[in-house]
């Protein structure tokens, strides 16, 4: 058995108690894959992200949510960045890398006059592929009905890192009485049986937001809803560029999306999709403030 600190951070909010809570170990070279995972399970959150030492960039991260390990986690990596950032690591970095399982990542880091850091972290080029299951059982499986589903918009699996299925609805009034029934997403989705769900829509709360998502979590995961989703929010943005904006425009696109509201979890992700030469480079900015840490044995 060993004794690891666990740091509490929220990220993507600037408040304690709002955003996406995530766990981070920030030594971590000394745990097996089994430890991670019995940490991550003992700690609870959606993913605990655990630092290590890397040969090919500044800092490898790995994300485990309860039940498996996950190439990339974006609220992940804003918790273990503002961490690194509070312990004095990262003190003159403005542009490093972090080592992943969905590739090396830059990040670039900004500090506002009151100290406060913010990271963007670009993601992998998005892809998207066609969903070829039934619109009807999809919409059952997260508590609504098929004419929920918006009309127009297509639902696709997107990837920036990890794969999700984007599910476009009509409003906010479909986010607020969705009922997910995680157990059902694998046979639903059958091109991609342990992937999650994202709801999104295009009403918002905040009016400087331009779009609205939920997040649930795949049943493998062993969590159902992600409050506030980096990765997910960042192949949103390339999905609205693509589906939306129908491609037409070849300038960069800049978005916030919010999400956690129905959780009481308040939080927003700001995207940036730009073009790089026949691909779309997306980049997620966020923060993550401090709420507590602990002492756990694995």
């Not at 390339?238 to 070849?250: L, P, Q």
Request: charge should be negative; include cysteine; glycine fraction near 10%.
């Amino acid at each position: 058995m060993q004794t690891i600190t666990v740091y509490h951070y929220d990220a993507f909010s600037t408040h304690p108690g709002k955003g996406n809570p995530g766990g981070v170990v920030l030594e971590a070279d000394g745990l097996s894959e089994n430890q991670m995972l019995a940490a991550a399970a003992a700690v609870g959150f959606n993913e605990t992200s655990f630092v290590l030492p890397s040969q090919q960039a500044d800092f490898r991260i790995r994300y485990f949510t309860p039940g498996h390990e996950m190439n990339l986690c974006g609220h992940g990596t804003m918790a273990c960045l503002s961490a690194l950032a509070e312990q004095g690591q990262l003190d003159g970095l403005v542009r490093f890398t972090i080592e992943t399982l969905a590739g090396i990542l830059p990040i670039r880091q900004s500090v506002s006059e009151d100290g406060l850091s913010s990271f963007t972290m670009q993601q992998t080029a998005p892809e998207f592929r066609p969903f070829g299951g039934s619109r009807e059982e999809l919409a059952r499986s997260i508590g609504l009905s098929s004419e929920d589903l918006h009309p127009e918009l297509p639902i696709v699996y997107g990837s920036t890192g990890i794969w999700t299925l984007i599910v476009p609805v009509c409003g906010l009034d479909a986010c607020s009485r969705m009922k997910p029934d995680n157990s059902r997403f694998p046979e639903i989705l059958a091109e991609m049986p342990r992937a999650s769900l994202h709801p999104f829509c295009l009403e918002t709360i905040h009016p400087d937001s331009l779009l609205h998502a939920r997040h649930f979590s795949s049943p493998y995961s062993g969590t159902i809803e992600d409050p506030v989703t980096g990765t997910a929010s960042g192949v949103l943005g390339a999905y609205y560029g693509r589906f939306i904006r129908d491609g037409r425009c070849a300038d960069e696109l800049e978005l916030t999306v919010e999400q956690g509201q129905e959780l009481g979890r308040d939080g927003k992700v700001h995207v940036r999709v730009t073009p790089d030469g026949a691909e779309r480079r997306v980049e997620i900015t966020g923060v993550a403030v401090y709420v507590k840490e602990w002492s756990l044995e694995v």
